[in-house]
């Protein structure tokens, strides 16, 4: 990735240097205070200059590690000022570390449209919490091949400049969702090959892959929130009773949605040998009244499953 540490160095008061592979480079600060428990070692400074580099990330003796993504995103914060974001070579910092999402940006012919994503992108960056969020999605749609990302691209591009009143751009994001399906194919079943399945008027799966020249078939659900749910977080904020159970209405919609994903499933290439599976993915929700933000739905806390049928 391109988080990837690449060069550290201790230095005093419990500062490292570090650069990446982007070539990004910076000073952090880990606070005294903080380190406790499994960081406690650190305190001592001579194990503190111990630290060495290990598949990426900044380690020391005894499988002690930070995590890089976010060593990234704290020195990325913190070069964004009220200015306009650096450059490189004529590139901005933001599209660099970006790269699958502004391509998306840039296939916007209006991007000024009132219904369009990515306005104010780069203003949206400087805020750390959407920005850690974007990565996570970058994180994800990197994931994919050059194939496979050419052709969600092409699915996700129709709703770049469709919002619905009450949902935002959630269609969107649930598009952008299957690259977790891709991913599964590819990271846990082991298919050497996985690919997006083009849409047609005949309802078709989203995915098929190889596993040692067995065919897979993959297709991918969305569970999203009750359109009750989204009246409440766009009402007024108040004190709500909330079920400690899941509705009988939230089990009537997976199973149709299962069902929905069976015949897809089946009917595809019918009478040909395939394993079908299908992935449930959580909706994920950006803020309260997300008709109207622009700030990107949390990509680290999407709940996924699957089974086989």
């Known amino acids: 990735m391109y988080w990837d540490v690449v060069e550290v160095k201790a230095g005093p008061d419990y500062q490292l240097f570090v650069r990446f592979k982007d070539g990004l480079a910076g000073r952090l600060q880990l606070p005294r205070e903080k380190l406790t428990g499994v960081l406690a070692p650190l ?3 001579q194990f503190f200059e111990q630290v060495f580099i290990d598949n990426g990330a900044v380690s020391w003796p005894g499988e002690i590690d930070l995590a890089p993504d976010a060593m990234y995103a704290q020195i990325t914060g913190r070069l964004q000022g009220p200015q306009q974001p650096p450059e490189t070579n004529g590139e901005s910092v933001f599209r660099r570390q970006l790269r699958k999402l502004y391509e998306l940006k840039d296939l916007l012919v209006d991007p000024s449209h009132s219904d369009a994503y990515f306005q104010q992108f780069e203003e949206l960056l400087k805020d750390p919490i959407p920005f850690q969020n974007f990565l996570l999605w970058e994180k994800e749609l990197e994931s994919l091949d050059s194939v496979a990302w050419e052709s969600l691209k092409a699915k996700a591009a129709p709703y770049l400049v469709c919002r619905d009143p009450k949902r935002g751009w959630q269609q969107l994001f649930d598009v952008l969702g299957e690259a977790s399906a ?12 996985a690919w997006y399945i083009p849409e047609s008027d005949n309802q078709t799966p989203d995915l098929e892959g190889l596993q040692d020249g067995r065919r897979i078939l993959c297709e991918a659900k969305t569970i999203n929130i009750s ?13 709500r009773a909330v079920d400690n159970q899941l509705s009988e209405g939230f089990f009537r919609k997976l199973d149709s949605d299962i069902e929905k994903a069976k015949r897809q499933l089946q009917s595809y ?18 803020s309260p009244d997300q008709s109207t933000s622009n700030e990107p739905p949390s990509g680290n ?4 499953t699957h089974r086989s049928f």
Not at 227 to 239: C, F, I, K, L, S
């Open 43 to 45: 305190l001592d400074v």
């Open 182 to 193: 891709y991913s599964y194919l590819k990271e846990l079943v082991g298919c050497s090959k």
């Open 227 to 239: 359109d009750d749910e989204v009246r409440a977080r766009r009402g007024p904020t108040t004190v």
């Open 269 to 286: 290439a019918p009478g040909t040998a395939a394993q079908h599976l299908g992935r449930l993915l959580q909706g994920r929700i950006s």
């Open 301 to 304: 806390q999407s709940y996924r």
